[in-house]
C-alpha cells in the first residue's frame, strides 16, 4: 500500500469501532454454539429487552420455535463448513412482551477469543413481510373473482341446455302422465338451485364500471340472506324487519355483496358456543334515504379494533381464515353509489352496522317486459353460439314453428346473416370464440344497416369492458344463461314486433 492509500484510508480505534457497532440501525449479535455472547442496542430494541446482561448467555431457542431453530442451525454448519457467508433468512422470534417480529437475519463466521463464533445482522421486515402478504392477498382475491366469473359463465351453458330442454319434453307430454310432469319439475327446481347458486359465485367476481339504477332493496336483502344461510344455518337466527322498502341508487349485485359481508362479519363474530346469537336487519326509511340496521348480541368489540374495521386487510379472525377486505369492500363499493356505512359497538353487548343508501325515485325501476303468450311462427331465426349444446336446444325449441339456422361459428353466422331472405330474427350469443356479439352487431350495422336491431343477445355472465359498455348503449335484449323458454320467445316476439 502506497502512502496516498495509507492516508485515504481512516484509522478507527477499536473504542470507536465499538460505538459504531454499538449505535448501528440494525441489530448485531454474536453467537457461539448457540449461545447469545453479544448484542447491540437495536438488537435488544428489536426484541424488546432493556438491558444486554437480560440475553448475554441466554440460547436463541429462548426467542425461535423449534423448526426456526433447525434451520438455523442447519445454515451455521453449513457456513462454518464451507466458509462462505449466507444468504439472508426471514426467522419469526418471540419477543419479551410475546409479539412476534420477522427479523431478516444475515451471517458470517467470525473468530473471536481465538475460537469461531457466528456474526448475525438481524433487520425488522415485519412490515415489509405484511405488505407482502397482503398483495399475495389481493392476487389470489383477483384470481379468484376472475375464476367465479368464469366458472359462472361455464355453467350457465349447460343449465341453459336442461332448462330448455325440460320445457321441451313438458310439452310433449300427455295430460295424464303425472309422474313425468313431476319428475321435470323437480328438475326444473333443481336448475333453479344452481342457477341461485351461480349467480350468489357471480356477486365476488372482479369490479367493474356497472351502470348505476334503481334497485330493489328488499330483494337485495333478501337475496344476501339465502347466500348466508348455510353460514347461520341452526346456531344463528336472521330476524328482518324491512319491509315495503322503496327502490334506492347503486347496483344490485353489488348492494347483495355488501349485505352478505356485514351478515358473515357478525355471524363469525358469534362465539361457537353462543346459544342465543340473533342478527336482526331493520330499516329507517327517510325522505331520501334508507338506512338499514345490521345488529347483533355478539360479543362486542374493543375501541382501539372499532377503530380500524374499515382499514383494508385488518381482521381479528385467525391467519388463514380472513383476509381483512370484507368491511373494506364494502365502504368502497358504498362510497361508489353514494352511501356511507358506520359501526357503533361495545364489549359484552354486540355490534351495529349501519348501511346508509340513497332512494331512488321508483319509475327509475326496469320494467321487465311482458312475456307475449302468442307462439312465435313463420319466423326465420338464426342462432348464434360457440356452445353447440346451446344452437341445438334453441333450435330445437323454435323450429317447431319457424324456420332455424344454428351455427357455431360466428364467421360463418356472418356469411348466412347476408344471405337471402334475410332473417326475421339473430339470437347471438355475447362472448364467444373468435369474434363477440359486439363484433357481429357492429359488422350487421355496417354492411345491413337496421338488421342490427334484431338481434338479441344471451350471455353466460362473463363481460368485458367493451361489452358491458356496448349492451349499455343499444336497446337490444340481453338473456342472462339460463333463461325460460318464454323469456327467449318474448324477446323474439319484441323484435318481430318492431
Not at 300 to 306: H, I, N, Q, T
Request: with cysteine.
Amino acid at each position: 500500500m502506497d502512502e496516498f492509500e495509507r492516508q485515504a484510508v481512516p484509522q478507527v480505534s477499536p473504542a470507536t469501532f465499538a460505538r459504531l457497532v454499538e449505535e448501528a440501525p440494525d441489530g448485531v449479535v454474536i453467537s457461539r454454539d448457540g449461545i447469545i455472547l453479544y448484542v447491540n442496542r437495536a438488537a435488544l430494541a428489536l426484541l424488546r429487552y432493556d438491558r444486554a446482561e437480560e440475553l448475554v448467555g441466554q440460547s436463541m431457542a429462548l426467542f425461535l420455535d423449534a423448526q426456526s431453530i433447525g434451520t438455523m442451525v442447519s445454515r451455521i454448519r453449513h457456513m462454518q463448513a464451507t466458509g462462505e457467508r449466507i444468504a439472508p433468512h426471514e426467522y419469526r422470534a418471540t419477543r419479551r412482551d410475546g409479539s412476534t417480529v420477522v427479523a431478516e437475519i444475515s451471517s458470517i463466521p467470525i473468530e473471536l477469543d481465538g475460537q469461531p463464533a457466528v456474526l448475525a445482522f438481524a433487520r425488522d421486515v415485519t412490515e415489509r413481510v405484511r405488505l407482502r402478504a397482503q398483495l399475495e392477498q389481493a392476487d389470489r382475491l383477483t384470481a379468484l373473482g376472475m375464476m367465479a366469473a368464469g366458472v359462472a359463465h361455464e355453467i350457465n351453458n349447460p343449465l341453459t341446455f336442461i332448462s330448455l330442454a325440460t320445457d321441451l319434453l313438458r310439452q310433449r307430454l300427455g295430460p295424464d302422465d303425472g309422474v313425468s310432469r313431476g319428475l321435470l319439475d323437480d328438475i326444473g327446481e333443481g336448475v333453479g338451485r344452481v342457477t341461485a347458486i351461480v349467480r350468489d359465485l357471480r356477486v365476488y367476481s372482479r369490479y367493474e364500471d356497472e351502470p348505476l339504477g334503481a334497485v330493489d332493496l328488499e330483494a337485495v336483502l333478501h337475496g344476501a340472506a339465502r347466500i348466508v344461510a348455510h353460514e347461520l344455518r341452526s346456531r344463528i337466527r336472521l330476524v328482518h324487519v324491512a319491509d315495503s322498502l322503496p327502490p334506492v341508487h347503486g347496483v344490485a349485485r353489488r348492494l347483495e355483496q355488501v349485505f352478505v359481508n356485514v351478515y358473515l362479519n357478525a355471524a363469525q363474530a358469534f362465539p361457537d358456543d353462543q346459544t342465543d346469537a340473533i342478527i336482526s336487519v331493520q330499516a329507517h326509511v327517510a325522505e331520501s334515504t334508507v338506512e338499514i340496521e345490521v345488529s347483533d348480541n355478539g360479543p362486542g368489540m374493543a375501541p382501539d379494533v372499532l377503530a380500524r374495521i374499515f382499514e383494508p386487510f385488518f381482521t381479528m379472525r385467525p391467519t388463514g381464515t380472513g383476509t381483512g377486505l370484507g368491511l373494506f369492500i364494502c365502504k368502497d363499493i358504498l362510497l361508489r353509489v353514494g352511501g356511507s356505512i358506520r359501526a357503533e359497538s361495545e364489549v359484552g353487548r354486540g355490534t351495529t352496522v349501519t348501511i346508509a343508501l340513497t332512494r331512488a325515485e321508483p319509475t327509475a325501476l326496469l320494467e321487465v317486459p311482458p312475456v307475449s303468450t302468442t307462439p312465435l311462427c313463420g319466423r326465420r331465426i338464426l342462432v348464434v353460439d360457440d356452445e353447440p349444446l346451446i344452437v341445438s336446444i334453441i333450435v330445437r325449441a323454435l323450429g317447431q314453428n319457424n324456420v332455424v339456422v344454428g351455427e357455431t361459428s360466428p364467421e360463418r353466422a356472418l356469411e348466412l346473416a347476408f344471405s337471402d331472405p334475410p332473417f326475421d330474427a339473430i339470437v347471438c350469443d355475447m362472448m364467444m370464440e373468435g369474434l363477440t356479439g359486439v363484433d357481429v352487431y357492429e359488422r350487421i350495422a355496417r354492411e345491413r344497416p337496421g338488421m342490427e336491431m334484431r338481434i338479441v343477445f344471451m350471455s353466460g355472465g362473463a363481460h368485458t369492458a367493451r361489452t358491458r359498455a356496448f349492451l349499455a348503449s343499444v336497446p337490444n335484449r340481453c338473456l342472462a344463461k339460463p333463461f325460460a323458454p318464454e323469456g327467449l320467445s318474448s324477446a323474439l316476439a319484441q323484435v318481430a314486433a318492431g
